[in-house]
């Protein structure tokens, strides 16, 4: 087998790498305002939450009935953003937790968060916080909701209709979530569903499955004021959290290893 030459090799690897970096190299950063509002809780027993908190919770578990279950919709504006997206991250911050004094305004081990995407143009996706309620959103399910029961095809008891809301992360916590804690949500479905966009405007759905029915953990909202809120924001290209290595520049990695060892090996 004929091999190249350590420095070619060397040189391949590093355009390689550069190429990677150059689809991250323009930094976007947008918190969710949007005309009527950026965010909202929209609680089971139909009333809307509005407050400067997004308490998302599950206390009916997978019956899905109890009035205190809340989900959130979040929304954003799209047309601040100067280039095309290639990396994406959705953030959001936490006030509330044991070191704060709030113990009962957490998350425990193992609950997992999901966010869902609404279709590009579908409806629902320029949602109006004073008209929009649980009963009238087409993508939430169980009592006081358009889909009761729950589609025998959807198997997530979170209050989301996984047939029609696009499921593009989850986050499932560690361990108990304290004040300050942020939550990253990032996938390529995530940056497949910003780049698909043709109207300008991303609107996502939170919800939560937990252990502890009875504690109730907030995020900052686009309002909030506690401590030092970072309202739910949308990171792109290189403000979002650095991904994993791609599949070409873990190859031309390898491809150098391999170079470098059979250069010593031609020597001894």
């Not at 005309?35 to 027993?45: A, I, W, Y």
């Not at 006030?95 to 966010?115: F, I, K, V």
């Not at 008891?157 to 300050?180: K, M």
């Not at 939170?206 to 309002?223: E, G, R, W």
Request: glycine letters at 8%; one cysteine or more; proline letters at 6%.
């Amino acid at each position: 087998m004929n091999l190249l030459p350590p420095q070619r090799s060397a040189a391949i690897v590093a355009t390689l790498c550069l190429a990677t970096l150059a689809q991250t190299a323009s930094a976007e950063m947008l918190p969710n305002t949007f005309g009527n509002g950026g965010d909202v809780v929209l609680r089971r027993n139909n009333t809307v939450e509005n407050d400067g908190f997004l308490r998302i919770k599950t206390q009916s578990g997978d019956i899905e009935t109890h009035g205190n279950d809340r989900i959130g919709l979040l929304k954003f504006d799209l047309s601040g953003l100067s280039e095309p997206v290639t990396n994406a991250a959705v953030r959001l911050e936490l006030p509330r937790g044991q070191s704060s004094g709030h113990s009962g305004n957490t998350y425990d081990a193992g609950d997992t968060l999901y966010l869902y995407g609404i279709p590009d143009a579908a409806a629902d996706e320029d949602f109006d916080e004073a008209t929009i309620t649980f009963a009238s959103s087409p993508y939430l399910t169980g009592s006081g909701s358009v889909t009761d029961p729950r589609p025998l095809t959807d198997t997530t008891p979170n209050g989301v209709n996984d047939d029609i809301a696009v499921l593009l992360d989850t986050y499932t916590f560690a361990a108990t979530s304290d004040a300050g804690d942020l939550v990253d949500f990032q996938s390529s479905a995530l940056t497949a569903f910003l780049q698909a966009d043709t109207n300008n405007i991303a609107t996502f759905i939170l919800s939560v499955s937990q252990t502890d029915p009875f504690k109730t953990a907030v995020f900052v909202s686009d309002t909030g004021a506690e401590g030092t809120p970072l309202p739910p924001t949308l990171l792109t290209n290189a403000n979002a959290p650095v991904p994993e290595p791609t599949a070409a520049v873990l190859f031309a990695m390898s491809l150098l290893g391999a170079q470098i060892v059979g250069g010593r090996q031609q020597r001894c």
